[in-house]
């Protein structure tokens, strides 16, 4: 095995590790999102527990979900649509 085949290699599973990360990641928050938007009770019970009025939860999973869908949007798209 040469040098590069062993940097190709150790690259593909490093960008599978990132992307199985990456959809945990998401799919947590997609889950918690949608539970404060529909309001489930646990979500509203733990969501008080931690100090935050029950009048806040749609406006936390409002941006929880803007927030998802910026990291899930390619950095390249952002970088141009930014440029003058």
Same mark, same amino acid.
């Given at each position: 095995?040469? *040098?590069?085949? +062993?940097?190709?290699?150790?690259?593909?599973? @490093? &960008?599978?590790?990132? #992307? =199985?990360?990456?959809?945990?990641? =998401? @799919?947590?928050?997609?889950?918690?999102? +949608?539970?404060? $938007? $529909? *309001? &489930?009770?646990? @979500? =509203?019970?733990?969501? &008080?527990?931690?100090? !935050?009025?029950?009048?806040?939860?749609?406006? %936390?999973? $409002? %941006?929880? &979900?803007?927030? $998802? +869908?910026? !990291?899930? =949007?390619?950095?390249?798209? %952002? #970088?141009? @649509? %930014?440029?003058?």
């Amino acid at each position: 095995m040469t *040098q590069d085949s +062993a940097i190709t290699s150790s690259s593909k599973s @490093a &960008v599978r590790a990132g #992307r =199985v990360l990456s959809g945990i990641a =998401v @799919a947590f928050l997609t889950l918690d999102a +949608a539970m404060k $938007l $529909l *309001q &489930v009770p646990a @979500a =509203v019970e733990g969501t &008080v527990q931690l100090g !935050y009025p029950m009048s806040s939860l749609i406006a %936390i999973g $409002l %941006i929880q &979900v803007v927030c $998802l +869908a910026v !990291y899930l =949007v390619p950095r390249t798209a %952002i #970088r141009e @649509a %930014i440029k003058p």
